[in-house]
């Protein structure tokens, strides 16, 4: 069983900064991409960022250049700096990691319960 532990959401003004972190734990083999999606009052799940074993990265066109995401491998940990935000930020922001399991050796991808971050002045 795979765990997300999520934090760092809140209230912020516009223009304001966040960070967010999402610790994964449990029967992880290997951790092969970790994200975070959002998703506003009345609107779609979106994908925010993503980060591959890799190293390559994906953005959503709204967030680039004001979102970074990174992450500590060796904690099993994605963070999400935000920067630049705007009120169309604020949502419930997921974590997401594709995992291996280690006892099925099957990928399966966990999510987090979910953070709200909230920018309005």
């Known amino acids: 069983q795979v765990q997300l532990a999520e934090s760092g959401g809140g209230w912020v003004q516009p223009g304001g900064s966040l960070r967010l972190s999402c610790a994964a734990s449990g029967t992880i083999f290997s951790i092969n991409a970790m994200g975070w999606y959002r998703q506003a009052p009345g609107k779609q799940r979106e994908l925010v960022a993503a980060?591959?074993?890799?190293?390559?990265?994906k953005y959503a066109d709204s967030v680039k250049g004001r979102f970074t995401i990174s992450r500590d491998n060796a904690k099993n940990t994605v963070y999400l700096q935000m920067n630049s935000l705007k009120a169309e930020d604020t949502a419930v922001y997921y974590c997401?990691?594709?995992?291996?399991?280690?006892?099925?050796?099957?990928?399966?991808?966990?999510w987090g319960q979910g953070t709200l971050v909230t920018v309005s002045s």
């Open positions: 980060s591959t074993s890799d190293g390559s990265t």
């Open positions: 997401i990691a594709v995992v291996t399991d280690t006892r099925t050796f099957n990928t399966l991808d966990a």
